[in-house]
């Protein structure tokens, strides 16, 4: 199974949702740098993230992120089960029909 990264957004960690984005880039896809764009209106509180919660989250676009030299440690449970791949456009269309993107 292949997913974006995500996380949650924690005031004493961040004081905004792009730097929490930003931290969970660094430490999932161990990316940093890039041009950002939210893709929600700024005063949105955000996509329902299923039918049945009421968690919502922010979706951001990175274009031409860079490999982070330091990137942020991964949470505990993330040691080991989380993998960053670059890999063609083509080929994450291919897993979104298939089923295998989350």
Sequence with gaps: WFQ???GGHNPK???????????????????????????TASECKGLHENSWSRNRFTPFLVINPNKDLDPDAKDAEEQGLIHAYTVPLEVVEHLINTGRFV
Excluded: V
């Design 13 to 39: 960690k961040s004081t905004s949702l792009e730097g929490s984005a930003r931290r969970e880039l660094s430490e999932e896809a161990e990316l940093s740098g890039g041009e950002w764009f939210q893709l």
């Design 4 to 6: 974006l990264p995500t």
